[in-house]
């Protein structure tokens, strides 16, 4: 009887050790995440420093002129990222029955 209750006694703190160790380890996780986000939104404030300086120093009226002194036939960049997408036609979502209302297709909404 004695036997048992030790064995119980150790499977409870080897039990325990693993659930505070696992803790520990979610603890950890957790810090490193807000570190590697905290970095994260320093390096894109950074980045607004950095285009903002870079915008406050270049006025387009001086690269048009830049420009037009190098006396160079420019072209606008193709397929700009910034520029905004053309609109499109919505799109629904049918299903064909084989051979039954060909004409007339159902529409069904969602997924």
């Known amino acids: 009887m004695f036997g048992k209750s030790i064995a119980i006694v150790l499977a409870l703190g080897v039990m ?3 659930l505070l160790a696992f803790r520990q380890q ?3 996780l957790a810090s490193k995440i807000s570190r590697t986000h905290w ?3 320093e390096q894109e404030r950074s980045l607004g420093r950095s285009r903002a300086e870079v915008a406050g120093a270049v006025k387009p009226d001086a690269i048009r002129m ?3 002194a190098m006396k160079v036939n ?3 960049i193709p397929h700009r ?3 905004p997408n053309p ?3 919505p799109r629904l ?3 064909q029955e084989p051979e039954a209302e060909r004409e007339q297709p159902r529409v069904e909404f969602g997924g």
């Open 74 to 76: 420019w072209k606008p």
């Open 16 to 18: 325990a050790t693993a």
């Open 81 to 83: 990222l910034d520029a």
């Open 26 to 28: 979610r603890f950890e």
């Open 93 to 95: 979502a049918t299903r």
């Open 39 to 41: 970095r994260l939104l």
């Open 87 to 89: 609109p499109t036609q």
């Open 66 to 68: 830049a420009i037009a």
